[in-house]
């Protein structure tokens, strides 16, 4: 079974930067769109971006779009998330996920059609 490892979180002061990183247990990004979500505490969970499998695309929500920038390293099977100017409302836990249904090629905005997920990685952001 594929499995996915989040790590890179932390605690910084709002305008700084974190790189989380989501490795799989096996090259998966043929097949597979890789999604990140996030989950402030008393809120459910939110996309924040994603790429399809192979050249699909990357996509990023509106809160992020300019500020989050998601790359992928084929040759490690690593996912970034690259978080520049970091506000408190980032603070949440973030989690990578992977699916590979037909129909994340048409969209991987949405949680629910995930079905393999990372343990969560803690980003807290102060003001």
């Known amino acids: 079974d594929v499995q996915l490892q989040a790590s890179g979180g932390g605690s910084v002061q709002a305008g700084g930067s974190l790189r989380l990183s989501c490795a799989a247990s096996?090259?998966?990004?043929?097949?597979?769109?890789i999604g990140w979500f996030r989950q402030a505490p008393g809120k459910g969970r939110e996309w924040v971006s994603c790429?399809?499998?192979?050249?699909?695309?990357?996509y990023y929500s509106a809160s992020v779009k300019g500020r989050f920038t998601m790359s992928r390293d084929n040759a490690n099977n690593t996912v970034f998330l690259q978080m520049n100017s970091l506000k408190p409302d980032d603070t949440a836990v973030y989690y990578c996920?992977?699916?590979?249904?037909?129909?994340?090629?048409?969209?991987?905005?949405?949680?629910?059609?995930?079905?393999?997920w990372g343990q969560g990685t803690l980003v807290t952001v102060s003001s």
């Open positions: 996920a992977a699916e590979d249904r037909e129909s994340i090629r048409i969209s991987c905005t949405v949680y629910e059609w995930y079905d393999l």
């Open positions: 096996e090259f998966i990004f043929d097949d597979y769109a």
């Open positions: 790429i399809k499998p192979g050249d699909g695309g990357t």
